[in-house]
């Protein structure tokens, strides 16, 4: 084989792989998602089931998860992982980033679902009743767990799966997810 040949050989593989390691980091992002908007649901169920007493599915869709904190978590892996060396800034930064996000999402579901999903009237610094302080520093200290802990042991843990698992995984997650999405959006509770 000629020197040429085997340079377009190793431009299609590139290729091929490009395409292929694309594909693994989409769905990694997603798996991210999928994670941070579970980990935003025990939040939400462990907060009340302590201040209510009362465990209820507090979320939209009937899963496990609040997609909320699951673009909240892309935000911050997005807008903020240059900060991670930075307690302080990583801390301060999710803090803006996912308030900024709680308040669009709260105004958003006001004005087109005409419900309010949360309401922090009468809590210390709130705006509208969309986003407080006590909501905040939770995100910012949320931010911190997000860079040094969770996704850390996400990556790791994805990494050490054989791209066969990972896709299966993965795809299944993304269907059982999407199904849920449909359902919620159908039989709206």
Known sequence: MNSSNKII??????SGNTEHSFKRRLLSLFLIFIVGSMIGWVYEE?????DDHLLLNRGFMYGPWLPV???GTLL???LLFRYRGNPLLAFLGGAVVCGVLEYIAGAAVLHFLHERLWDYTGLFLNINGFVCLRSVITFGVGALLLFYLVQPVTNHFLSKMKDRQFFRFGYAVLIIFILDLVMSIIFRR
């Open 9 to 14: 050989e190793k431009l299609d593989s590139f």
């Open 46 to 50: 462990l907060y009340y089931l302590l």
């Open 69 to 71: 904190y699951g673009i």
């Open 76 to 78: 911050m892996l997005g």
